[in-house]
């Protein structure tokens, strides 16, 4: 069972929930970051799904471009004219490309919008079906999604701490040790805020971070900013991690 949270207090109150109103035993694995992948360039497909068993087969064809979603949303345009692609068959294009985005094959992570563009395709009178063009849409994702150069995408969190400025110099030294990004800091009658961006993989254990260096004697908050380009490292840590999960199912 997975559960999902904002962070580590988060979770650890839905655990301590279900301990004392389910009454149930509860082992907890290390928590999980949502990362996303996305693509980084435009795909122009050509992809032809052609199956022929003992009766009727399966042909769809579908031509067009998959690209870069600006604002992480999933689009779908047809421009098909002529009808070398029927309309009732438009909807399972669209469908088809959808499901694909639940797991992309960079590390399989959702993927973070993609906008699609059907511009032309073939059809069969027999064998075209919604069925075909649903696999003809996925098959092709499969197909060219490696193609566009996709990226691993990092939630980035919007935190702020508050303390005593006498630490002002050991907070914001947890924050770079963290890759975090400063956004400004206030200082007022002996205390200090400090607002920046960090990455919620690198805020696991902060909380017992910030308590030692201030004596406990500061606080931080913590809320979702927005999806961004993890480094290079870290994706190549991803990468690898996933493909010796692969090897292992096999």
Do not use: W
């Not at 009808?83 to 088809?96: L, W």
């Not at 009178?125 to 996925?138: E, T």
């Not at 920046?196 to 201030?214: H, I, K, Q, W």
């Amino acid at each position: 069972t997975i559960i999902s949270g904002m962070g580590e207090l988060h979770l650890e109150v839905y655990v301590e929930r279900m301990k004392r109103e389910f009454k149930a035993e509860v082992e907890v694995g290390a928590p999980q970051v949502a990362f996303r992948e996305r693509i980084t360039r435009m795909i122009e497909f050509d992809y032809t799904h052609k199956k022929q068993t003992g009766g009727s087969g399966q042909f769809g064809r579908i031509i067009g471009t998959m690209s870069p979603s600006e604002d992480g949303e999933y689009t779908f345009d047809s421009k098909v004219t002529g009808g070398n692609v029927p309309r009732e068959y438009i909807p399972s294009v669209q469908k088809g490309f959808s499901q694909s985005l639940e797991t992309g094959m960079l590390i399989g992570a959702p993927i973070d919008g993609l906008d699609v563009v059907l511009k032309d395709g073939a059809y069969h009178n027999v064998d075209s079906s919604d069925m075909a063009f649903q696999a003809a849409a996925r098959g092709c994702f499969r197909e060219y999604y490696m193609s566009g150069k996709p990226e691993v995408l990092e939630p980035l969190m919007t935190v702020s701490l508050e303390g005593p400025t006498e630490y002002q110099g050991d907070m914001v030294g947890t924050l770079l040790q963290r890759r975090g990004v400063l956004n400004g800091t206030v200082d007022e009658q002996g205390f200090v805020r400090i607002d920046a961006d960090v990455p919620l993989a690198e805020m696991f254990g902060y909380a017992t971070a910030l308590r030692s260096v201030t004596q406990g004697k500061a606080e931080f908050t913590m809320e979702f900013n927005r999806y961004a380009s993890a480094p290079r490292n870290v994706q190549e840590e991803l990468v690898e991690k996933f493909r010796v999960e692969k090897e292992a199912k096999k």
